[in-house]
């Protein structure tokens, strides 16, 4: 089959590596892809919200699968489109996409369907939203949430009132996320430790993905500002197998009945952003889609062949293939940044060490904010490679994809250097 990825990041740079696996694809695409995408596949200079030009270059290819990668163009409906379209594709529908383009629809959907999460309040008007803050007990904290898609930045974890009242200028008052954050959604701050589960739906079936955590804040410790992620590892000793069967039964299961309930069935992968507090997992947020950089270590296991899969998820026929398999290893990824993400930083400096890196063994460099110019790749975005490697411990995994790290230089570049260590506690 043909399969056509569309996005230019990590997330679908792993995606593009692992469908050219599965014996059944004979050609993949990604549109726009990157500069490593282009080393695995057919890059199609076509931008991933121009609906009508991506579906007329499926028409064309004669696409068997399109894969959406990216958030907004399925907030924006691309997934109605294609198949209005006559064309298979592996994402939810716009109404389904609402649960990751709508912070307060995700929360009333949680509570209709009795899903575990943080108590909210939603405000357009920063006077109403300060008065609440104040208007709390002492010592309550809180998490300010911009209602709509911000790039993985319109989140602000506060650990007093003053940080929430700073927030909520800088949302309502200063338009810092713009549209997304006109309106915005106070929860109560949860305590614990966070993971993630990902799981293929297929409007019906579900079949979770191996457990992994994500690292959101920027610098070593978890300090310092929210960002898209700065690496992943799976699996995650915090989640066992107890854990996933309660996310299943009290989180995955209800909310996607209630999701079909509301005529809004979903199909594609729902991911649920979990925080495993004392009273059991709650969720913090849902996407709809494969998260990065937890896509990087999670492919990095899978041993299925993904392409049946979500040729089944799209078909709604999830339950007709065998259960899934996976290398037992752990597998870890570190994204090397550009120099002030996740605030501003500079494009365009060449990119060194690239093959060196590629030498360590069991190691996969996978590209997101990178473009080649000539014979050189230069650093194009924020988060620019995810540098993911696979081995028999965490630490035999962290070791490698450090060394490959190291290989790899340009100006400004940088990580953390603690992803993974949380396994330690457990």
Request: glycine share 8%; net charge negative; aromatic share 6%.
């Given at each position: ?312 998820v799209a078909d709604g026929k999830l339950d007709q293939i065998e259960p899934l398999d996976w290398d037992p290893r752990p597998s870890l990824c570190v994204v090397m940044a550009s120099g002030g993400y996740p605030g501003d930083y500079e494009k365009g400096h060449p990119i060194r060490g690239l093959e060196e890196a590629a030498l360590v063994p069991e190691t996969k460099v996978f590209h997101a904010g990178t473009r080649q110019i000539g014979d050189q790749i230069v650093n194009d975005g924020g988060r620019v490679l995810g540098v993911t490697a696979i081995g028999d411990t965490i630490s035999e995994a962290k070791l490698r994809a450090y060394q490959a790290v190291k290989c790899i230089r340009w100006d400004g ?14």
């Open positions: 089959m043909k399969v056509l990825v569309i996005g230019s990041g990590g997330r679908e740079h792993a995606l593009v590596w692992k469908l050219k696996q599965s014996p059944s694809v004979t050609q993949v695409f990604c549109a726009p892809g990157n500069a490593g995408t282009s080393l695995e596949c057919t890059n199609v200079e076509i931008q991933a919200t121009d609906i009508p030009r991506l579906i007329k270059f499926a028409q064309k290819e004669k696409i068997d699968l399109t894969v959406v990668g990216p958030e907004v163009p399925l907030v924006l409906g691309i997934a109605d489109e294609f198949q209005k379209a006559g064309l298979r594709v592996f994402g939810p529908s716009k109404v389904a996409a609402e649960l990751e383009g709508s912070k307060k629809f995700a929360k009333e959907m949680m509570r209709k369907a009795n899903v575990p999460t943080a108590d909210f309040r939603v405000f357009t008007n920063s006077a109403e939203a300060m008065s609440y803050i104040e208007e709390r007990e002492a010592g309550d904290r809180f998490v300010i949430k911009a209602d709509g898609l911000a790039a993985g930045k319109g989140v602000t974890v506060c650990s007093n009132n003053e940080e929430a009242r700073e927030a909520i200028k800088r949302m309502l008052l200063q338009r810092e996320f713009g549209e997304a954050g006109l309106r915005i959604v106070v929860e109560d701050r949860l305590e614990g430790e966070e993971a993630s589960l990902l799981a293929f739906v297929d409007g019906n079936t579900i079949v979770p993905l191996e457990a992994a955590q994500d690292h959101k804040a920027a610098f070593d410790g978890d300090l310092g500002p929210n960002t898209g992620g700065m690496g992943a590892y799976s699996p995650t000793p915090i989640i066992t197998d107890e854990i996933v069967d309660t996310v299943v039964e009290k989180i995955l299961i209800p909310i996607v009945h209630e999701m079909n309930k509301e005529g809004r069935p979903f199909r594609g992968c729902l991911y649920a952003g979990l925080m495993l507090t004392s009273q059991g997992p709650k969720v913090l947020e849902f996407n709809v889609r494969l998260g990065d950089p937890e896509t990087q270590a999670v492919l990095m296991r899978l041993k299925s062949d993904l392409a049946l899969t979500m040729f089944a570049a940088w990580c953390r250097k603690d992803i993974s260590d949380k396994a330690n506690r457990y």
